[in-house]
């Protein structure tokens, strides 16, 4: 499989590329994914000025991508009637996007969610998204992804 990667500057104009989408969206608050969302969604804070809480989960190691998705961080905040901006920055099965929308809806009330990543990869997802809006701020092939922050 072949490689793309990015740099800081590319990650900052696709971010700042999806800024009109983002504020029409207008969230309350960004979620941050912990690992591949905390940077992206740093990005987009300086643009709209609304404030961070961060989850982390586990889905990937070095060698595949694990059966179970681990919680290793979560938030007690409830989002009920606040919209949030969920941020990671690729959606590649969407197995890791689709545990932290039920998570998200069953703990801590969402009902008003976007999802906002960096990049999607044109290809089948494990699930479809519904009742959330959704921003990519790239769609590419189906590559490896390198980020800087790697």
Partial sequence: MSKLYYSYDDIHNIIKNSVNSIEKYNPDYILAIGGGGLIP?????GFIKKPIYVISVESYNDFNQN?????LQWTDK????KKVLLVDEVDDTRKTLKFCVEKLIRKNNVNKLCIYVVHNKDKEKCTKLENTDYISG???KDEWVIYPWE
Wanted: no cysteine; charged share 55%; proline share 0%.
């Fill in 78 to 81: 409830d989002f009920k009637d």
């Fill in 138 to 140: 790239e769609n590419i």
């Fill in 41 to 45: 969604a740093r990005i987009i804070r």
């Fill in 67 to 71: 059966d179970e998705i681990k919680v």
